[in-house]
């Protein structure tokens, strides 16, 4: 959409106008006059909930006081609800005018707020304060340079800490250099944990070392029960301490459902670890793995493959084995009936292993096999396996699998 367009559609006051993209390339387009028109309508516009800002060559297309009024308009939105703001290299797009920006919008109603390329987020307590004013916030993104000082951002943890509504948080220094110094401290990294709200923790790059774990180890066994979601990913100072701090908190904590350590170092000891916590969890779904034989600073890493050690094997088994208990309990609270949790079930992979475990281990399954007047799950389920036998592929399939041959052998068939 090109200026001119976009600016028939605001004075129409077009309902359907949801999102608004703020770009040089768009305000280029229009006259010296055409960009007061649009400094002085989109603010009115009452159907915009999203709107995105790129600060990509704005200074050579407005002004410093244009840029000035243009973020006023922007925090005098009142039903606004996503702000994405890129810095891009703007000298006036600074961290002190989006505090102001939000400090001037107050009215309750900013759900999710992305800040791209802020540098120097620790020289401005001002945009601290103004993030902890909107209790509203349920979402908030952080996309960093790297090479940031020592404990950057943990005036920033605390503010997030005590966000009545915030569920997810990112912080994230991607490009592929890494972070040296902590962003958080790890007391500030134990104020952040202890969010009795956030739901989803994403900490990429973020320069974490052993201390840090040891931290999260004590909160996620006895403290932390909301945390369903952390991502670790490339914080590659951590030791394989992490494996073994994650293989204690597992067996202890069952909200967590989703763990990246991508780029961590792993040590067949510290993979080991990991497979006994697994062994003793019940809800981790998703488990991101990469680590490296050997690394090197500033040099190179050498991938290493554990796709075939035992430990690995076994921590896929529990995974999938969790998924399938995850898919029969959502299945279970829906009240959805028995043929629908059967085809839910068949859609999980390896779901027959995972079902010769419920047959061993969860009675309720299969009661009622004796009495065709209160036939059981399992009952469905071997209905199931009979009408696939005239399926040649699938009949092989079945055969092939051993988790299949230990339920018929289990139930002398």
Avoid at 6 to 12: H, T
Avoid at 205 to 227: A, I, S
Avoid at 272 to 293: S, V
Avoid at 395 to 404: D, H, I, S, Y
Wanted: glycine residues 6%.
């Amino acid at each position: 959409m090109n200026g001119p367009d976009l600016i028939a559609r605001l004075q129409a006051n077009d309902a359907t106008l949801i999102r608004l993209d703020i770009t040089a390339p768009l305000l280029q387009s229009l006259s010296y006059s055409q960009i007061q028109t649009f400094l002085a309508t989109f603010p009115c516009v009452p159907s915009i909930r999203s709107v995105h800002l790129s600060g990509l060559d704005l200074d050579t297309v407005l002004s410093a006081t244009q840029i000035q009024e243009l973020l006023l308009g922007i925090a005098s939105m009142q039903h606004m609800q996503d702000l994405c703001i890129f810095r891009g290299g703007s000298t006036t797009l600074n961290e002190e005018a989006v505090a102001q920006l939000l400090q001037h919008n107050n009215d309750g109603q900013l759900t999710t707020l992305l800040l791209f390329q802020f540098a120097s987020l620790h020289e401005c307590p001002n945009l601290a304060g103004a993030l902890r004013q909107h209790a509203s916030l349920q979402r908030v993104t952080l996309t960093l340079p790297t090479l940031l000082p020592y404990a950057a951002l943990d005036l920033y943890t605390m503010c997030f800490a005590v966000m009545p509504r915030l569920q997810v948080l990112q912080i994230r220094c991607p490009g592929g250099t890494t972070q040296e110094e902590p962003l958080v401290s790890p007391e500030g990294f134990r104020v952040l944990i202890s969010s009795p709200t956030i739901t989803s923790l994403y900490l990429e790059n973020c320069g974490l070392l052993d201390d840090h774990m040891d931290v999260l180890e004590e909160e996620l066994k006895h403290n932390n029960r909301t945390l369903q979601l952390l991502d670790l990913k490339d914080n590659t100072q951590l030791s394989d301490d992490v494996l073994y701090s994650m293989g204690r908190v597992l067996p202890h904590n069952n909200t967590l459902v989703s763990l990246d350590l991508s780029g961590v170092y792993i040590s067949p000891g510290g993979g080991q670890a990991l497979a006994k916590g697994m062994a003793q969890n019940t809800t981790l779904t998703h488990l991101e793995l990469e680590g490296t034989e050997e690394r090197y600073r500033n040099e190179f890493n050498i991938q290493l493959q554990h796709d075939q050690e035992e430990w690995m094997k076994q921590i896929y088994y529990y995974l999938r084995l969790n998924r399938a208990r995850a898919a029969v309990d959502e299945n279970e609270k829906q009240s959805i009936n028995k043929r629908a949790w059967v085809e839910q079930l068949n859609r999980v992979s390896d779901h027959l292993d995972c079902l010769y475990y419920f047959i061993r281990q969860e009675s309720r399954f299969v009661q009622g096999f004796e009495s065709s007047s209160d036939p059981s799950y399992l009952n469905y389920y071997l209905d199931h396996c009979q009408s696939v036998k005239d399926d040649e592929h699938r009949q092989r399939q079945l055969e092939a699998n051993p988790g299949a041959q230990m339920i018929m052998q289990y139930l002398g068939q």
